[in-house]
T-cell receptor, first 111, second 112 residues
Framework: GESVGLHLPTLSVQEGDNSIINCAYS??????FIWYKQESGKGPQFIID?????DKRQGQRVTVLLNKTVKHLSLQIAATQPGDSAVYFC??????????FGSGTRLLVRP | EAGVAQSPRYKIIEKRQSVAFWCNPI?????LYWYQQILGQGPKLLIQ????????DSQLPKDRFSAERLKGVDSTLKIQPAKLEDSAVYLC??????????FGPGTRLTVL
């Protein structure tokens, strides 16, 4: 399949380790944030979301942390697996409900 | 449940030619979106439909891009004439009202 991005920041982790992917967002009025996973040749896939009235939310093997003071979002993946290899995007929604995607991070999982 | 369908998956054209992309959203989803994803970047919203009406087309280059959703289901996005900088993946997504967006696999356009 085609490559999602050739010049993205890359995080390389050992299989089984935890991964942390960071994102800075731009609009202090944004009140809803989403992390997406995009595999080569596919569209973005929803992973987890968080509202601005929360600072942490956990899913299955994933945790999202929100720091509104510094407009920073992070995605933590526990026990990273080869199937987690993909490009990860954060996205923010403001009052207009428009999704604004950040720049992505490529996650490579070493066996 | 079937996902969002898009065709074609790949298209190669020369600059100044025309091209059209088709999207079939998830059944029952009233909201449909077209995004442009340039290599190495996140998707950028081009146009959003609610049923067959346009909600937001502020980032659609209207001199060359057009989109329609005549019966509130399928949608087509057209580029006429294409420029080199239009080379990108064009993603369609759909959602129930204000709900999670589900993306299709995209159409990869190469303009030579």
């Amino acid at each position: 399949g085609e490559s999602v991005g050739l010049h993205l920041p890359t995080l390389s982790v050992q299989e089984g380790d935890n991964s942390i992917i960071n994102c800075a967002y731009s609009n202090s009025a944004s009140d809803y944030f989403i992390w997406y996973k995009q595999e080569s040749g596919k569209g973005p896939q929803f992973i987890i979301d968080i509202r601005s009235n929360m600072d942490k939310r956990q899913g299955q093997r994933v945790t999202v942390l929100l720091n509104k003071t510094v407009k920073h979002l992070s995605l933590q993946i526990a026990a990273t697996q080869p199937g987690d290899s993909a490009v990860y995007f954060c996205a923010e929604k403001d009052s207009s409900y428009k999704l604004i995607f950040g720049s992505g991070t490529r996650l490579l999982v070493r066996p | 449940e079937a996902g969002v369908a898009q065709s074609p998956r790949y298209k190669i054209i020369e600059k100044r030619q025309s091209v059209a992309f088709w999207c079939n959203p998830i059944s029952g989803h009233a909201t449909l979106y077209w995004y442009q994803q340039i290599l190495g970047q996140g998707p950028k919203l081009l146009i959003q439909f609610q049923n067959n009406g346009v909600v937001d087309d502020s980032q659609l280059p209207k001199d060359r891009f057009s989109a329609e959703r005549l019966k509130g289901v399928d949608s087509t996005l057209k580029i006429q004439p294409a420029k080199l900088e239009d080379s990108a993946v064009y993603l369609c997504a759909s959602s129930s009202r204000a709900g999670e967006q589900f993306f299709g696999p995209g159409t990869r356009l190469t303009v030579l």
